[in-house]
């Protein structure tokens, strides 16, 4: 699942209010203190040069988020404090489905290119029913997505104002903070409950392409500014000897490439290299070749449809690397095997998969948590889809993927120095000669 979307160093699970004012000036609103106000997850959390919002100067506001080290309650909690956690999840649930309306249905998008807007203005923009949008807009104010001018106004007389931290988080998807996405794939899995709790009865899956648009483009959309930010303008240029080679005219393939956004980006940063992006479902490779088209259609770029376990290729490549889908895979060991096969030698096999703990640990932290929330709902699902299966999963450990690797014939792996707070990446070690 996606989580290079934002960096996020807050352990703060809870949602909570603050007092607000708004501080207007001749740009629009451009800081908030009053109302009540809360892009949770961006609160103190993305550090200077990663945010938009953050490098602006915009005050954030802030949640009181629990103390460092500060464990949810657990299993040993009283039953109060086991009713609030429970409850704090329902209304995180409820809103999760909210943002998936207010992005589905352009509200995000449109409050943040028009600023201040009645709930009729809104409805009239989108094309929506008025009453849904006043609802909406009440809803989002109550649970402190978007600032409300005057509470006792005429409920269609009042304006409604998304902030510049709520609106990088939820309408501007080219952010590093942009989390609207996850709503869809929370959608996703969502949907096909009665799936997931009849492949938990029978060892069966739900596969990808089962899970559908919603979680093909929420899965996209969420590692797009990740991909078109810091993994060509940070991340590659930082490895030097690959860099180079990639600057030089090198040629790429990129495993499991989904809608094409880690390929989109290495064609239009590295122009004099070849990129190949393969995926096993069609759905995803149409919308890749989409999604070219719209950034430039680059000709050095292109996608191929096919199980990357045949992909060929022997020898052919500089760089061969799988963006978050190894752990997705019911036969990781032998796309691995074919992916130390597809490298020249002296090439470079490169692994980005989720930086979960090293070993199983309870309870966990936010990562720990988000990474099993998805494993029980989509990853281990979709890998178990297609039978036989090893059931890897979201939390697939590094010793884990060291397994697989030297079962596919590498001599190891190694982490390699590269910052990120949800992913890690490795280097799959080729074997001499
Ligand atoms: C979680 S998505 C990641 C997509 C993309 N790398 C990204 O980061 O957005 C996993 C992708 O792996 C693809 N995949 C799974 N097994 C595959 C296989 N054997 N060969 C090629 N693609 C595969 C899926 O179709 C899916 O698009």
Not at 59 to 82: I, K, L, M, N, Q
Not at 171 to 178: I, K, Q, V
Not at 223 to 236: A, F, S, T
Request: proline letters at 7%; charged letters at 20%; aromatic letters at 8%.
């Amino acid at each position: 699942m996606p989580t290079g979307w934002f960096t996020l160093r807050t352990t703060c699970s809870l949602p909570a209010h603050r007092e607000y004012t708004l501080q207007r000036d001749s740009a629009g609103i451009r800081s908030a203190r009053g109302g009540r106000l809360v892009p949770a997850a961006t609160a103190g959390a993305i550090p200077p040069g990663r945010g938009r919002e953050y490098d602006q100067g915009v005050a954030s506001p802030t949640v009181d988020a629990p103390a460092a080290g500060e464990s949810p309650p657990g299993p040993g909690a009283s039953a109060e404090a086991f009713a609030g956690k429970v409850f704090a999840a329902l209304l995180g649930a409820l809103e999760t489905q909210a943002i998936y309306l207010g992005d589905k249905l352009g509200y995000y998008r449109a409050l943040d290119d028009h600023g201040a807007l009645t709930a009729p203005a809104l409805a009239s923009i989108t094309g929506t029913h008025p009453r849904y949008a006043r609802e909406w807009l009440e809803h989002q104010a109550v649970n402190g997505y978007v600032l409300v001018d005057e509470p006792r106004a005429a409920p269609d007389a009042r304006q409604y104002t998304l902030t510049e931290g709520a609106a990088a988080v939820l309408a501007r998807d080219s952010d590093l903070t942009y989390m609207a996405p996850f709503a869809s794939l929370a959608a996703a899995t969502a949907s096909h409950l009665d799936a997931l709790v009849h492949a938990y009865r029978t060892g069966g899956g739900v596969s990808w392409k089962q899970l559908g648009d919603d979680a093909r483009e929420g899965q996209g959309a969420a590692n797009k500014p990740l991909y078109l930010g810091p993994l060509v303008n940070e991340y590659i240029p930082s490895l030097g000897a690959i860099h180079e080679r990639l600057s030089a005219g090198a040629a790429v393939a990129d495993i499991g490439c989904g809608t094409g956004w880690s390929s989109i980006a290495m064609a239009t940063r590295y122009p004099a290299s070849t990129i190949d992006g393969y995926d096993i479902d069609e759905a995803s490779i149409e919308q890749a070749r989409r999604n070219a088209r719209a950034s430039g259609n680059p000709t050095n770029l292109g996608f191929h449809l096919g199980d990357a376990a045949e992909a060929g290729q022997d020898g052919h490549y500089d760089l061969v690397c799988a963006f978050e889908c190894i752990h997705d895979m019911p036969d990781p060991v032998s796309v691995l095997a074919t992916m130390r096969r597809m490298a020249k030698p002296g090439g470079t096999v490169m692994i980005m998969d989720e930086k979960v703990a090293e070993a199983f640990t309870a309870p966990g932290d936010d990562t720990e948590r988000l990474m099993y929330g998805f494993s029980i709902l989509c990853c281990l699902p979709d890998g178990m889809s297609h039978q036989p299966s090893v059931g890897t999963g979201t939390v697939m450990r590094p010793s884990t993927l060291e397994a697989y690797g030297r079962s596919a014939g590498f001599d190891g792996l190694e982490v390699l120095p590269l910052d990120n707070d949800f992913f890690r990446f490795y280097r799959l070690i080729l074997p001499e000669g």
